[in-house]
């Protein structure tokens, strides 16, 4: 069933590359006239897209460029002749770090919150967490942002935006990318903190655990021990999709922060109509979303006995 | 983006007329007092961290393609030039010791002995001439390429560069200071164009296309008196509110672009100051003269009478500029004509010239993106008001920012004849007429085709005497000015936020941004 899944996700990362390249064809102008913006003229544009090879037909481009992000090489960037793997690497690598931080920050604060609020269902505790949630997840992302900057950045506690060196130390590291990653923790929790609280509430319904609280089960026990465990599935998949969001769909923050992931570099690769860089991060963010959402149904598939022991 | 070469020299504060001394305020005003508390003494030390609102992953080293205000500040710091624009706006000399012609046309430079680059290799005559060549021949992909045209020979004589050109030209040592033509390390008349090696004042150590750079100082640099600080740091900051964070948390010294909304909130914070440039940038707004209406010349004066050249200059440049005349040549130039007959907001004139045309109302459509400059598509509504008195019904079409250069402005399509653009100067007057005011030249934006015009261009160039140099370059002004096809309502100055940790020196080059890009060496910790 797992080699089924893993199969399909790699034929809709390949319908997905035809239409990252499709879509990118349909872009008004080309690479040589944003790369010469305003300069242009039809000497040196032809110049240039004959040194980068614009001039071939676009299946052709799409194949060499498919073959090439098989083997792992996604080929130069169109713009400055730099390799594409080193351009996402770095940024790929801050990305990453920093969709973990926040999933780090949120995932345990949403979970608690969403346990406690499902124990304490309909108290203040239980409104003012869903109200809290609410409001953060409300707020446009560069409001919350904004407003962290304010608080927290212009009275000296952290820095208003993030520079990372090679020298830059871990600890530093995590210093400086809190704003960041509070911001997107507030914006993802409510999301789950909202799901773990409806679906243990759903099950507490259930006539086991009326059994279990008739056995004389304390409130918290029962909801750890057998809410929970039937409760994982669906929170599981929408912590999936947070992350996910988190790794494409934080440029917002990046910008901000004068954050260096993946997200500001598309953008940049967008406007300047590198159409390689465009293709090589559409595939990743492609590629995150598929792997990540197949990691949650495995691992709903192994949380739930019925799935995994089907005769 | 930007285009090539460079704004103002000899900058004058004093004149009249048209500017209704709004630049001279400017320059007495906002410039002055900072300076006079700041021209501390020059102190060596210290790490000037600048944050820049331009700068992506797409930026080359090639100086040959660059564009904006990241990549010419960097380059700044880690190349010389041959020549400098000195903040007076006039030339000094930089790698090129000395220069001389005695026709005009054939121009000997004398390469300055000793300097080295940061590779250890010393500047010979070979690398200027290949770092010129990189912008001349075929496979030269270079934005200054139509610049340089006229040269028809470069070559090395012992310490000498020659360099010979088709027709006489006065103005070729100021093309040579031109941004992209550094002098860079060549090897058997190649210049590496991707190198970040260079003769400037810093050593690059690390560089993240459109995130930062980090340059330490040249210890070998020729300039005794020159790159005060240890340090550079270049930060690509896109956001115009996290750039004035940065600014406002300490993280930056410098930052370019300030919102004039913002100004007095950093102001009041007190831990920076606003410098306000004047120069020859300038925003306008060109017209397809080959297209209906806007081939009739009463059309195109009708709509320069049916605006509000100073609220343009209140409302969009935050009061940061100075009132223009529809002249592209600016008051830091040299023969600019300030005696030219200032067009004011005028709806009754405006008429009378729709009449003239046969017209009792006009139907027009300008495509505005603020991709042409800050503010532009606000630009557009206000004419759009001001012309309804006039009897002009302007349409505002906002079109994208995405695709601007190469759909909009010069009309590629026949769709947008009116449009909106920018302009950051030229040091002479003959880079500006040549490169959109000439008839049939690339950027020649409002297709203007005048035979006076084009004959006086040519004429110009190679007059020696300057007072009849004079009245040609003003003959051209009023010329563009009455008979042009591009209206120019505003100059806007160079607006940038300094923390009071860094000292500037007391005059500061209107000759683009950052002090002519070379803020970097020139100004100190405080």
């Given at each position: 069933?797992?080699?089924?899944?893993?199969?399909?996700?790699?034929?809709?990362?390949?319908?997905?590359?035809?239409?990252?390249?499709?879509?990118?064809?349909?872009?008004?102008?080309?690479?040589?006239?944003?790369?010469?913006?305003?300069?242009?003229?039809?000497?040196?544009?032809?110049?240039?897209?004959?040194?980068?090879?614009?001039?071939?037909?676009?299946?052709?481009?799409?194949?060499?460029?498919?073959?090439?992000?098989?083997?792992?090489?996604?080929?130069?960037?169109?713009?400055?002749?730099?390799?594409?793997?080193?351009?996402?690497?770095?940024?790929?690598?801050?990305?990453?770090?920093?969709?973990?931080?926040?999933?780090?920050?949120?995932?345990?604060?949403?979970?608690?919150?969403?346990?406690?609020?499902?124990?304490?269902?309909?108290?203040?505790?239980?409104?003012?967490?869903?109200?809290?949630?609410?409001?953060?997840?409300?707020?446009?992302?560069?409001?919350?942002?904004?407003?962290?900057?304010?608080?927290?950045?212009?009275?000296?506690?952290?820095?208003?935006?993030?520079?990372?060196?090679?020298?830059?130390?871990?600890?530093?590291?995590?210093?400086?990318?809190?704003?960041?990653?509070?911001?997107?923790?507030?914006?993802?929790?409510?999301?789950?903190?909202?799901?773990?609280?409806?679906?243990?509430?759903?099950?507490?319904?259930?006539?086991?655990?009326?059994?279990?609280?008739?056995?004389?089960?304390?409130?918290?026990?029962?909801?750890?021990?057998?809410?929970?465990?039937?409760?994982?599935?669906?929170?599981?998949?929408?912590?999936?999709?947070?992350?996910?969001?988190?790794?494409?769909?934080?440029?917002?923050?990046?910008?901000?922060?004068?954050?260096?992931?993946?997200?500001?570099?598309?953008?940049?690769?967008?406007?300047?109509?590198?159409?390689?860089?465009?293709?090589?991060?559409?595939?990743?963010?492609?590629?995150?979303?598929?792997?990540?959402?197949?990691?949650?149904?495995?691992?709903?598939?192994?949380?739930?006995?019925?799935?995994?022991?089907?005769? | 983006?930007?285009?090539?070469?460079?704004t103002g020299s000899a900058f004058a504060p004093s004149r009249r007329g048209v500017l209704k001394g709004a630049a001279a305020i400017g320059a007495a005003?906002?410039?002055?007092?900072?300076?006079?508390?700041?021209?501390?003494?020059?102190?060596?030390?210290?790490?000037?961290?600048?944050?820049?609102?331009?700068?992506?992953?797409?930026?080359?080293?090639?100086?040959?393609?660059?564009?904006?205000?990241?990549?010419?500040?960097?380059?700044?710091?880690?190349?010389?030039?041959?020549?400098?624009?000195?903040?007076?706006g006039?030339?000094?000399?930089?790698?090129?010791?000395?220069?001389?012609?005695?026709?005009?046309?054939?121009?000997?430079?004398?390469?300055?002995?000793?300097?080295?680059?940061?590779?250890?290799?010393?500047?010979?005559?070979?690398?200027?001439?290949?770092?010129?060549?990189?912008?001349?021949?075929?496979?030269?992909?270079?934005?200054?390429?139509?610049?340089?045209?006229?040269?028809?020979?470069?070559?090395?004589?012992?310490?000498?560069?020659?360099?010979?050109?088709?027709?006489?030209?006065?103005?070729?040592?100021?093309?040579?200071?031109?941004?992209?033509?550094?002098?860079?390390?060549?090897?058997?008349?190649?210049?590496?164009?991707?190198?970040?090696?260079?003769?400037?004042?810093?050593?690059?150590?690390?560089?993240?296309?459109?995130?930062?750079?980090?340059?330490?100082?040249?210890?070998?640099?020729?300039?005794?008196?020159?790159?005060?600080?240890?340090?550079?740091?270049?930060?690509?900051?896109?956001?115009?509110?996290?750039?004035?964070?940065?600014?406002?948390?300490?993280?930056?010294?410098?930052?370019?672009?300030?919102?004039?909304?913002?100004?007095?909130?950093?102001?009041?914070?007190?831990?920076?100051?606003?410098?306000?440039?004047p120069g020859n940038a300038h925003?306008?707004?060109?017209?397809?003269?080959?297209?209906?209406?806007?081939?009739?010349?009463?059309?195109?004066?009708?709509?320069?009478?049916?605006?509000?050249r100073q609220?343009?200059v209140?409302?969009?440049?935050?009061?940061?500029g100075a009132v223009a005349n529809d002249n592209p040549i600016g008051p830091a130039n040299r023969y600019f004509h300030a005696e030219m007959e200032a067009k004011t907001?005028?709806?009754?004139?405006?008429?009378?010239?729709?009449?003239?045309?046969?017209?009792?109302?006009?139907?027009?459509?300008?495509?505005?993106?603020?991709?042409?400059?800050?503010?532009?598509?606000?630009?557009?509504?206000?004419?759009?008001?001001?012309?309804?008195?006039?009897?002009?019904?302007?349409?505002?079409?906002?079109?994208?920012?995405?695709?601007?250069?190469?759909?909009?402005?010069?009309?590629?399509?026949?769709?947008?004849?009116?449009?909106?653009?920018?302009?950051?100067g030229r040091?002479v007057e003959?880079?500006m007429f040549?490169?959109?005011?000439?008839?049939?030249?690339?950027?020649?934006?409002?297709?203007?085709?005048?035979?006076?015009?084009?004959?006086?261009?040519?004429?110009?160039?190679?007059?020696?005497?300057e007072d009849?140099r004079r009245e040609m370059y003003h003959e051209m002004q009023q010329l563009v000015s009455f008979?042009g096809?591009?209206?120019i309502p505003m100059y806007?100055?160079?607006?940038?936020?300094?923390?009071?940790?860094?000292?500037?020196?007391?005059?500061?080059?209107s000759?683009?941004?950052?002090?002519?890009?070379?803020?970097?060496?020139?100004?100190?910790?405080?």
């Amino acid at each position: 069933m797992i080699a089924t899944r893993i199969a399909l996700g790699i034929g809709l990362l390949f319908i997905v590359s035809v239409v990252i390249f499709g879509a990118t064809e349909l872009l008004p102008g080309d690479l040589a006239n944003e790369l010469l913006g305003q300069s242009a003229t039809p000497e040196t544009l032809a110049a240039l897209r004959e040194q980068l090879g614009l001039n071939d037909p676009a299946p052709v481009r799409y194949w060499n460029w498919l073959t090439g992000a098989l083997t792992g090489d996604f080929g130069v960037s169109m713009a400055n002749g730099r390799p594409i793997a080193d351009l996402i690497g770095a940024r790929l690598g801050n990305t990453v770090f920093l969709a973990l931080y926040a999933a780090a920050l949120s995932v345990p604060i949403s979970l608690i919150l969403g346990v406690l609020a499902a124990l304490w269902r309909n108290s203040i505790f239980d409104r003012a967490a869903n109200a809290g949630a609410l409001t953060a997840i409300s707020f446009p992302e560069f409001f919350v942002a904004y407003i962290l900057v304010l608080w927290l950045a212009q009275t000296g506690l952290f820095p208003s935006m993030v520079r990372i060196n090679p020298t830059t130390t871990f600890g530093d590291r995590l210093y400086m990318t809190f704003l960041p990653a509070l911001t997107l923790m507030l914006v993802v929790t409510a999301h789950m903190m909202r799901m773990t609280r409806a679906a243990i509430i759903n099950l507490m319904a259930s006539p086991y655990i009326e059994m279990a609280r008739l056995k004389g089960m304390s409130p918290l026990r029962i909801v750890l021990r057998h809410a929970l465990p039937n409760a994982l599935a669906p929170i599981i998949n929408v912590i999936a999709l947070n992350l996910a969001y988190l790794i494409t769909g934080v440029v917002v923050v990046e910008v901000v922060f004068v954050y260096p992931g993946l997200g500001q570099l598309m953008v940049d690769a967008v406007s300047n109509r590198d159409i390689a860089v465009v293709q090589a991060v559409a595939l990743i963010f492609a590629a995150a979303y598929v792997a990540l959402n197949l990691l949650a149904d495995v691992l709903s598939t192994i949380t739930n006995p019925r799935l995994m022991h089907r005769r | 983006m930007n285009k090539p070469m460079m704004t103002g020299s000899a900058f004058a504060p004093s004149r009249r007329g048209v500017l209704k001394g709004a630049a001279a305020i400017g320059a007495a005003g906002l410039i002055l007092p900072h300076t006079t508390t700041s021209a501390t003494a020059q102190t060596r030390g210290g790490t000037f961290r600048i944050g820049i609102g331009h700068g992506s992953t797409t930026d080359s080293l090639d100086p040959g393609l660059w564009e904006h205000l990241y990549v010419q500040t960097f380059g700044q710091a880690r190349h010389n030039y041959l020549i400098e624009v000195g903040a007076d706006g006039q030339l000094k000399p930089e790698i090129a010791e000395s220069w001389s012609s005695a026709d005009g046309q054939t121009w000997v430079f004398a390469i300055r002995q000793g300097v080295s680059f940061h590779s250890g290799k010393a500047v010979t005559a070979a690398d200027v001439v290949a770092s010129i060549n990189h912008h001349r021949g075929d496979d030269s992909t270079s934005v200054v390429k139509p610049l340089l045209a006229a040269i028809t020979d470069v070559r090395a004589d012992g310490n000498n560069v020659v360099v010979t050109l088709e027709a006489p030209n006065g103005d070729l040592p100021y093309l040579m200071t031109d941004y992209h033509v550094p002098v860079l390390p060549s090897a058997d008349g190649k210049v590496d164009a991707n190198t970040t090696d260079g003769c400037g004042p810093y050593v690059v150590e690390s560089y993240e296309h459109g995130v930062q750079a980090t340059l330490n100082r040249n210890p070998n640099y020729w300039k005794s008196d020159r790159a005060w600080f240890d340090r550079i740091e270049l930060v690509s900051i896109l956001d115009p509110a996290a750039r004035l964070n940065a600014l406002i948390t300490g993280e930056v010294d410098l930052i370019d672009q300030v919102d004039p909304a913002t100004i007095g909130m950093l102001e009041s914070r007190g831990v920076a100051r606003i410098l306000s440039i004047p120069g020859n940038a300038h925003y306008g707004f060109p017209m397809d003269s080959r297209q209906a209406p806007y081939s009739d010349n009463n059309i195109r004066l009708a709509l320069k009478y049916a605006l509000d050249r100073q609220a343009m200059v209140d409302v969009i440049l935050g009061g940061h500029g100075a009132v223009a005349n529809d002249n592209p040549i600016g008051p830091a130039n040299r023969y600019f004509h300030a005696e030219m007959e200032a067009k004011t907001y005028d709806p009754d004139k405006a008429r009378y010239y729709l009449q003239q045309a046969g017209l009792t109302s006009l139907d027009v459509t300008i495509s505005v993106a603020d991709a042409a400059f800050s503010g532009a598509v606000d630009a557009g509504a206000m004419f759009s008001e001001t012309a309804r008195a006039a009897g002009i019904n302007m349409t505002v079409d906002r079109v994208p920012n995405d695709g601007y250069w190469s759909n909009v402005w010069l009309n590629p399509n026949g769709t947008t004849p009116f449009c909106a653009t920018y302009w950051g100067g030229r040091a002479v007057e003959d880079h500006m007429f040549t490169t959109a005011y000439a008839a049939g030249a690339d950027w020649n934006e409002s297709f203007w085709d005048n035979a006076r015009f084009n004959e006086l261009l040519v004429k110009a160039r190679s007059e020696i005497n300057e007072d009849l140099r004079r009245e040609m370059y003003h003959e051209m002004q009023q010329l563009v000015s009455f008979e042009g096809s591009t209206i120019i309502p505003m100059y806007n100055n160079y607006v940038m936020a300094l923390s009071n940790k860094i000292s500037t020196p007391e005059q500061i080059s209107s000759n683009w941004n950052f002090d002519g890009f070379r803020c970097v060496e020139r100004w100190w910790m405080a």
